[in-house]
C-alpha cells in the first residue's frame, strides 16, 4: 500500500456533466501528478502539481483543471465530459528528487 | 516514433523460468528508469528504479539498463504464476517530473 488514496473508486456520469475525482499524497511527498489510463494502453500524464502550483501539463485540453491544496491533497476536475474520457484517473505522488511515482487505486469513471 | 515503447506480448513462461521484458525509449538524454507492475484492474506498482547503466537486483527482479543503446530490461528469475500482470516501463521526462509510459507488456506465467 502506498499510501496514496483516491476517491471516489467507481463513478459514471453522462456525457457534457462535470466530475471532481479526490487525492490524498503520501506523507513526505511533495508532488502530485494525474495520469488517465485507458484500456490495454499505459497511463498518461495530464498534469503535475509542485507547491499548489501546476508545473507540467500533457497534451489534454483546458477542460481538464486541477488543484493542489496546501495539506497536498489534490483535485482533478473534468468539464463537459466526452465518451473518450472513459478511464482510470490515478492519482501519484513524490518526493521529486528521485522521480519514483507512488500510485492510489484509481477512480474508474464511466461515461455513458 | 514512439517515446516508449514495449512488446505488448502476451508474454507467456512456465513456472520457475526466467522471463524477460524489454523496453526502448527515445530521448537520449533520459536519466531514469522504473518498472511498474499492474495486476487487472488495479493500480501501477513500482517494483524497480534505475539511474546508471548495468544492472540492479533485488530479489527475483534485475533490472538492466543501456543508454548507448536507449535499452531498459526487466528479467524475472524462477517466475510464479502471482507474477502474472501487465509490466509498465516508464521513462522520468526531461520537461519536469512526468513519467512517460510504454503501454506494457502482459506477462502469464503458466503452472
Known amino acids: 500500500e502506498t499510501g496514496v488514496t483516491q476517491s471516489p473508486t467507481h463513478l459514471i456520469k453522462t456525457r457534457g456533466q462535470q466530475v471532481t475525482l479526490r487525492c490524498s499524497s503520501q506523507?513526505?511527498?511533495?508532488?502530485v501528478s494525474w495520469y488517465q489510463q485507458a484500456l490495454g494502453q499505459g497511463p498518461q500524464f495530464i498534469f503535475q502539481?509542485?507547491?499548489?502550483?501546476?508545473?507540467g501539463r500533457g497534451n489534454f485540453p483546458p477542460r481538464f483543471s486541477g488543484l493542489q491544496f496546501p495539506n497536498y491533497s489534490s483535485e482533478l476536475n473534468v468539464n463537459a465530459l466526452e465518451l473518450d474520457d472513459s478511464a482510470l484517473y490515478l492519482c501519484?505522488?513524490?518526493?521529486?528528487?528521485?522521480?519514483?511515482?507512488?500510485f492510489g487505486e484509481g477512480s474508474r469513471l464511466t461515461v455513458l | 516514433q514512439k517515446e516508449v515503447e514495449q512488446n505488448s506480448g502476451p508474454l507467456s513462461v512456465p513456472e520457475g523460468a526466467i522471463a524477460s521484458l524489454n523496453c526502448t525509449y527515445s530521448?537520449?538524454?533520459?536519466?531514469?528508469f522504473f518498472w511498474y507492475r499492474q495486476y487487472s484492474g488495479k493500480s501501477p506498482e513500482l517494483i524497480m528504479s534505475?539511474?546508471?547503466?548495468g544492472d540492479k537486483e533485488d530479489g527475483r527482479f534485475t533490472a538492466q539498463l543501456n543508454k548507448a543503446s536507449q535499452y531498459v530490461s526487466l528479467l524475472i528469475r524462477d517466475s510464479q504464476p502471482s507474477d502474472s500482470a501487465t509490466y509498465l516501463c516508464?521513462?522520468?521526462?526531461?520537461?519536469?517530473?512526468?513519467?512517460?509510459f510504454g503501454q506494457g507488456t502482459e506477462l502469464s506465467v503458466k503452472p
Open positions: 530521448d537520449r538524454v533520459s536519466q531514469s
Open positions: 516508464a521513462v522520468k521526462s526531461n520537461q519536469g517530473g512526468k513519467l512517460i
Open positions: 502539481y509542485y507547491r499548489e502550483e501546476e508545473n
Open positions: 506523507s513526505g511527498h511533495n508532488t
Open positions: 534505475i539511474y546508471s547503466n
Open positions: 501519484a505522488s513524490g518526493q521529486g528528487s528521485t522521480g519514483e511515482l507512488f
